[in-house]
């Protein structure tokens, strides 16, 4: 086995493994039922506002505090060489608030965490492990909002929940419209085939794709305006998946390729 299978094996596992945690946890997470005024709702449909900007989740300092904990112990048992950091960013999130989460859920998740003291592998580490402990919570939320959030009026690039731009995306089998997969909340959105979702080019002469062979099912498409990329499962050409967080790591090949040939656009992976 290479060094790069070894990587992506212990990677997958990670992942796997943070997946289960978030399913034990998610059944834990008591969740109101999200609510917006009709001012609120306006300026999300028709100005695209997101929803986050109107009504955060409601977060449980002690639950948070266990689920970073468990997320520590995955983190160093796949990767005892960052044990080390881990040690240190633990140290910092100790010391942290409720108040804190619900900035990092307002903004800081799209602007990245950053301080002093801290390098850029710490600092991509701390976002990881923060990202990780708001999933269940995120995702409990996203489950309570109204079916028409993301539907056909939304349409935008980004996640109509958090605003956060797509890792994946798939082409549904039943009518091949393409669904866009927020990395952060989990939310699904309607979006248009042949339109660059990083930089909206709805020149289809500027967007092409490619395939992979070792990879079945899945598309990669690329946008020659951005050089942004979109990896994309078509429900046509392969029958099963798993779950996206699972499938993302799975294709990793898919973005070492295209960023080999100068794309770019995903966010760093923690592998």
């Not at 070894?6 to 978030?22: G, S």
């Not at 942290?96 to 950053?114: C, D, K, P, R």
């Not at 592998?121 to 402990?133: G, K």
């Not at 790591?249 to 992976?269: I, S, W």
């Amino acid at each position: 086995m290479s060094e790069v299978d070894v990587v992506m094996k212990q990677a997958f596992q990670l992942f796997a493994d943070l997946l289960e945690l978030k399913k034990v946890y998610s059944l834990k997470v008591v969740q109101p039922v999200p609510s917006f005024s009709e001012d609120e709702r306006k300026q999300h449909t028709e100005n695209g506002a997101v929803l986050l900007k109107y009504n955060l989740p409601a977060l449980d300092a002690d639950l948070c505090s266990k689920l970073v904990d468990n997320i520590y112990g995955l983190i160093t048992k796949n990767q005892p060489a960052k044990k080390e950091q881990v040690d240190k960013i633990k140290s910092f999130i100790d010391g942290v608030t409720v108040q804190f989460y619900e900035e990092f859920l307002s903004a800081g998740h799209l602007e990245g965490f950053s301080a002093e003291g801290f390098s850029q592998d710490e600092q991509v580490l701390f976002n990881f492990i923060v990202r990780q402990a708001l999933r269940p919570f995120l995702e409990k939320y996203v489950s309570l909002l109204p079916p028409e959030v993301g539907d056909e009026r939304w349409q935008r690039s980004y996640c109509p929940v958090c605003g956060e731009k797509a890792n994946l995306s798939y082409l549904r089998q039943e009518d091949g419209k393409r669904m866009l997969i927020c990395p952060f909340c989990g939310k699904e959105w309607l979006y248009r085939f042949l339109v660059c979702s990083w930089c909206e080019n709805e020149d289809h002469k500027n967007i092409k794709y490619f395939e992979v062979a070792e990879v079945p099912g899945y598309e990669v498409f690329l946008c020659e305006q951005c050089h942004g990329y979109l990896k994309t499962f078509n429900a046509k050409k392969a029958a099963t998946h798993d779950e996206w967080v699972l499938e993302d790591v799975k294709t990793v090949v898919l973005d070492l390729l295209a960023r080999r040939e100068g794309y770019g656009g995903q966010e760093e992976k923690l592998i």
